[in-house]
């Protein structure tokens, strides 16, 4: 028997970390890492395995020495503090293994300090190794010949998981892009071929979680829609979830664009119970998107596609990137004209990075236009040189447009234009199935989320944080009562409070100066 221990470091603050949200959120920690619960899924049943996550408990450091492994897992963002806590591990002679994005990519990176390395997918060599290490014949170096086959992935241990520490729980129903783009790591690692997880296996993951206290679930998948028709059919599945159990969940996805050419497989997302859906836009300019091979936003009017997904019900959250090769310091107006009219709320705009293995890594290197020491300099927050301004320009431009982009009068005439003006049908699907079906449900439904949303207001009007934007937030919300929509909207409206604190506190310290570049 083996006493393993797997953690998941502390992650720095960042946009999608929601770190200054998660006060009003009583929550510790945006979502769980799955990687953490898939390995004990993954682990014989005599084995004893322990999870620590750092974003919800602390690390006890001489506590560890009674296990005969420790684990690491971690992305790009969390390289340094994972190399702390090798360090920590090794000064007390502690068996450790890495494995998960970042060693992929950066197999050298903590030379010295690890026993054995796990590269790209695990659902194969985890058990290997734990085999040969209980034989004393384990390997340094572990990586899959092939890809996991989907469909044979164990349930992952949800019960080892403090799920109402967090925010939100997730469910990973695919692995793979049939994309291109050159600056992106996830062909790297999961290839270019979409691998799906059956229907059953994801409703028996959500229904895990939804026993365990789960009510928003996030499917990680880096493209939800990779294969649609796979993708419909867990969809149909999920819509028949939802009537069994009168919709306690609701979910969000990260999908690409091309999702806007398909309205069967919007409307099911929206009859779903999927509120909002996160895409990869990068540029609104076609220059930009051509040379870095995002071909699938290349096919007409992209603010025409974003108002197509909204208007199915699902708001869109936007990735952005500046620093294209094609990008001059006019990028910033164009970015942010794009997302106004769009009425994009939620966007996080960051400077172009060459990740280690990705396609951009390999040629920027060739035309020496890499300088991987800046990626870690707090004033630059980038290995790229960019090719028609200087680093000072497009840092300068970036965390103008970030400003702009999360400045409260900006972010919420956005937030009217969707909401306001704009009617975005959220969860219509939903709320006609229960007023047909479970008249009840429909009232109770109504009752607590007016109640969520006004504890969600009262937390926002009484922290400190808040203080420098509660004047515009309150005019926003007046704007909202009267036009008269329903409960969900004034929860929406609540949420979006809670992120803009995030995104503003956020930006304003970088801009300040007050903390270091954060370009993720």
Same mark, same amino acid.
């Given at each position: 028997?083996?006493?393993?221990?797997?953690?998941?470091?502390?992650?720095?603050?960042?946009?999608?970390?929601?770190?200054?949200?998660?006060?009003?959120?009583?929550?510790?920690?945006?979502?769980?890492?799955?990687?953490?619960?898939?390995?004990?899924?993954?682990?014989?049943?005599?084995?004893?395995? /322990?999870?620590?996550?750092?974003?919800?408990?602390?690390? !006890?450091?001489?506590?560890?020495?009674?296990?005969?492994?420790?684990?690491?897992?971690?992305?790009?963002?969390?390289?340094?503090?994972?190399?702390?806590?090798?360090?920590?591990?090794?000064?007390?002679?502690?068996?450790?293994?890495?494995?998960?994005?970042?060693?992929? @990519?950066? +197999?050298?990176?903590?030379?010295?300090? /690890?026993?054995?390395?796990?590269?790209?997918?695990?659902? +194969?060599?985890?058990?290997?190794?734990?085999?040969?290490?209980?034989?004393?014949?384990?390997?340094?170096?572990?990586?899959?010949?092939?890809?996991?086959?989907?469909?044979?992935?164990?349930?992952?241990?949800?019960?080892?998981?403090?799920?109402?520490?967090?925010?939100?729980?997730?469910?990973?129903?695919?692995?793979?892009?049939?994309?291109?783009?050159?600056?992106?790591?996830?062909?790297?690692?999961?290839?270019?071929?979409?691998?799906?997880?059956?229907?059953?296996?994801?409703?028996? +993951?959500?229904?895990?979680?939804?026993?365990?206290?789960?009510?928003?679930?996030?499917?990680?998948?880096?493209?939800?829609?990779?294969?649609?028709?796979?993708?419909?059919?867990?969809?149909?599945?999920?819509?028949?979830?939802?009537?069994?159990?009168?919709?306690? #969940?609701?979910?969000?996805?990260?999908? *690409?664009?091309?999702?806007?050419?398909?309205?069967?497989?919007?409307?099911? #997302?929206?009859?779903?119970?999927?509120?909002?859906?996160?895409?990869?836009?990068?540029?609104?300019?076609? !220059?930009?998107?051509? +040379?870095?091979?995002?071909?699938?936003?290349?096919?007409?009017?992209?603010?025409?596609?974003?108002?197509? @997904?909204?208007?199915?019900?699902?708001?869109?959250?936007?990735?952005?990137? /500046?620093?294209?090769?094609?990008?001059?310091?006019?990028?910033?107006?164009?970015?942010?004209?794009?997302?106004?009219?769009?009425?994009?709320?939620?966007?996080?705009?960051?400077?172009?990075?060459?990740?280690?293995?990705?396609?951009?890594?390999?040629?920027?290197?060739?035309?020496?236009?890499?300088?991987?020491?800046?990626?870690?300099?707090?004033?630059?927050?980038?290995?790229?040189?960019?090719?028609?301004? *200087?680093?000072?320009?497009?840092?300068?431009?970036?965390?103008?447009?970030?400003?702009?982009?999360?400045?409260?009068?900006?972010?919420?005439?956005?937030?009217?234009?969707?909401? @306001?003006?704009?009617?975005?049908?959220?969860?219509?699907?939903?709320?006609?199935?229960?007023?047909?079906?479970?008249?009840?449900?429909?009232?109770?439904?109504?009752?607590?989320?007016?109640?969520?949303?006004?504890?969600?207001?009262?937390?926002?009007?009484?922290?400190?944080?808040?203080?420098?934007?509660?004047?515009?937030?309150?005019?926003?919300?007046?704007?909202?009562?009267?036009?008269?929509?329903?409960?969900?909207?004034?929860?929406?409206?609540?949420?979006?409070?809670?992120?803009?604190?995030?995104?503003?506190?956020?930006?304003?310290?970088?801009?300040?100066?007050?903390?270091?570049? @954060?370009?993720?």
């Amino acid at each position: 028997m083996a006493r393993i221990c797997l953690i998941n470091p502390r992650f720095p603050t960042s946009f999608w970390g929601l770190n200054h949200a998660l006060p009003l959120l009583g929550k510790k920690a945006n979502m769980p890492v799955l990687a953490l619960p898939v390995l004990a899924g993954l682990t014989p049943p005599e084995d004893e395995i /322990v999870l620590i996550d750092e974003n919800v408990e602390d690390i !006890d450091f001489d506590d560890l020495k009674k296990f005969d492994i420790v684990g690491l897992t971690g992305m790009t963002v969390q390289r340094d503090r994972m190399r702390e806590i090798l360090m920590e591990l090794h000064a007390r002679d502690i068996f450790a293994v890495v494995g998960g994005p970042w060693i992929t @990519v950066a +197999e050298n990176w903590y030379d010295g300090l /690890v026993d054995v390395i796990f590269i790209g997918e695990a659902e +194969e060599t985890w058990p290997r190794f734990l085999e040969e290490w209980k034989r004393g014949e384990h390997q340094y170096r572990y990586e899959q010949a092939d890809k996991t086959d989907m469909s044979k992935v164990p349930t992952p241990r949800y019960d080892l998981i403090k799920l109402r520490e967090y925010a939100m729980g997730c469910v990973q129903t695919s692995r793979g892009c049939p994309f291109q783009c050159e600056f992106c790591d996830i062909i790297v690692i999961f290839g270019r071929k979409p691998r799906v997880k059956t229907p059953a296996q994801v409703i028996e +993951e959500i229904d895990a979680q939804y026993r365990l206290g789960a009510h928003v679930i996030f499917l990680v998948d880096d493209n939800f829609i990779g294969n649609k028709k796979l993708a419909k059919g867990i969809l149909r599945e999920i819509v028949a979830w939802q009537h069994k159990y009168g919709y306690p #969940m609701a979910f969000f996805t990260e999908a *690409s664009l091309d999702l806007a050419e398909d309205e069967e497989l919007m409307q099911l #997302m929206a009859e779903a119970g999927m509120v909002a859906v996160f895409i990869g836009i990068e540029s609104p300019d076609e !220059d930009a998107l051509r +040379e870095t091979k995002k071909y699938q936003n290349v096919r007409g009017s992209i603010v025409e596609r974003v108002h197509r @997904v909204q208007q199915a019900g699902l708001e869109v959250y936007a990735g952005m990137i /500046v620093g294209f090769d094609s990008d001059d310091v006019s990028v910033f107006e164009r970015q942010y004209d794009f997302l106004q009219q769009s009425h994009i709320i939620g966007a996080m705009a960051g400077m172009l990075s060459a990740i280690p293995k990705t396609p951009l890594y390999a040629r920027l290197e060739a035309e020496g236009r890499l300088d991987n020491a800046a990626a870690d300099d707090p004033e630059i927050a980038t290995n790229v040189i960019p090719l028609r301004m *200087s680093r000072e320009e497009m840092r300068d431009g970036w965390l103008d447009l970030m400003d702009r982009l999360y400045n409260a009068e900006n972010y919420f005439e956005r937030f009217d234009d969707l909401f @306001v003006k704009g009617r975005l049908p959220l969860a219509t699907a939903k709320m006609r199935w229960l007023v047909r079906h479970k008249p009840l449900m429909y009232l109770k439904n109504q009752v607590l989320t007016i109640l969520a949303a006004l504890v969600m207001i009262v937390r926002i009007w009484v922290n400190p944080s808040t203080r420098p934007y509660r004047a515009v937030y309150g005019r926003a919300l007046r704007r909202l009562l009267a036009a008269g929509r329903p409960p969900r909207y004034l929860f929406q409206f609540a949420w979006k409070c809670m992120l803009h604190t995030h995104f503003a506190t956020m930006t304003r310290r970088m801009v300040r100066g007050e903390s270091r570049l @954060v370009n993720t």
